[in-house]
């Protein structure tokens, strides 16, 4: 696999997802199954969708599964971080559009990864100037690039699909939508299990019944991860406190 200063194998795993099942079965069929089987899929002539919007609520996992798909497929990764592509490329709006493109194909296979579409891609002829428009104009060229594109892989996220270029949602584009939603009570409970996956737990915690609580209902992914970065630096305290009580204790009884 090729690798470019700008791109690289994110190093999240399927494991560190929590829930999400039904993404990971279109991520597995349509991305990471042609990616490392091209010779079944090119012998049976089977095609498979290639453009993916994700959308919801913030925090629930868009980023996070778009980067593991990358990881499971063993592909680059290129994440646009939406307006940034206006400040961060030089050139024109069709050539930075442009340029992202040739620099995907450059290391396929790669997912190009356009976080918060929306910024980008506001419905033609509305209020964002003519810089959308064209963004948008090159875009569609470019999605619609057939064998050129061959093996670069697109993922959008936003939480407004309502506001992007209708245009843009068709299949072949970011044709697929796949809803990301905020995670229900046995969501939850994945979540944190994937979260906790690299730490030491005392056997007598219960993540199901933290899940289950009623402080962490309507808690997006986010929020837990937040809450278990709370309770981890809270042990950790403890932990140092006891340390440094018998440290102090060795001093004075050396005296
Ligand atoms: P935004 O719309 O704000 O960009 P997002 O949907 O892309 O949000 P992520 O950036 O993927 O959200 O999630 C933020 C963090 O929350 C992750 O890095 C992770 O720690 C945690 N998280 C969110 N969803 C999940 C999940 N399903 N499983 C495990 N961790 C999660």
């Known amino acids: 696999l090729k690798r470019k200063g700008f791109s690289s194998v994110p190093d999240v795993k399927w494991e560190d997802v929590g829930g999400l099942d039904s993404?990971?079965?279109e991520f597995h069929k349509n991305i990471i199954r042609p990616i490392k089987y091209p010779d079944v899929y090119k012998e049976e002539?089977?095609?498979?969708?290639?453009?993916?919007?994700?959308?919801?609520?913030?925090?629930?996992?868009?980023?996070?599964?778009?980067k593991a798909v990358a990881n499971e497929a063993g592909a680059n990764f290129i994440h646009i971080k939406g307006p940034e592509i206006l400040t961060k490329y030089v050139g024109e709006a069709e050539e930075k559009v442009r340029r992202i493109f040739s620099d995907?194909?450059?290391?396929?296979?790669?997912?190009?990864?356009?976080d918060e579409i929306d910024s980008l891609t506001k419905k033609r002829g509305t209020e964002g100037g003519s810089g959308g428009d064209r963004i948008v104009n090159q875009l569609l060229l470019e999605l619609d690039g057939g064998d050129?594109?061959?093996?670069?892989?697109?993922?959008?996220?936003?939480?407004?699909?309502?506001?992007?270029?209708?245009?843009?949602?068709?299949?072949?584009?970011?044709?697929?939508?796949?809803?990301?939603?905020?995670?229900?009570?046995?969501?939850?409970g994945l979540i944190l299990k994937a979260l906790s996956r690299n730490k030491r737990?005392?056997?007598?915690?219960d993540l199901m019944a933290v899940a289950r609580s009623e402080a962490c209902e309507n808690f997006s992914g986010a929020d837990l991860s937040n809450l278990m970065m709370?309770?981890?630096?809270?042990?950790?305290?403890?932990?140092?406190?006891?340390?440094?009580?018998?440290?102090?204790?060795?001093?004075?009884?050396?005296?």
């Open 201 to 205: 737990l005392d056997a007598d915690v």
């Open 23 to 25: 993404l990971r079965t």
């Open 148 to 188: 050129r594109r061959k093996g670069v892989y697109v993922i959008g996220a936003t939480n407004r699909p309502d506001v992007m270029d209708q245009t843009l949602l068709r299949p072949g584009r970011f044709g697929k939508l796949l809803y990301v939603p905020l995670p229900n009570q046995d969501e939850r």
């Open 45 to 66: 002539g089977i095609k498979t969708e290639t453009g993916f919007l994700l959308y919801g609520p913030p925090g629930c996992g868009k980023t996070l599964i778009a």
């Open 104 to 114: 995907a194909r450059t290391c396929s296979p790669c997912i190009l990864f356009f």
């Open 230 to 255: 709370i309770v981890t630096n809270a042990a950790f305290e403890e932990k140092m406190s006891k340390i440094e009580a018998a440290s102090r204790e060795g001093t004075s009884s050396q005296k």
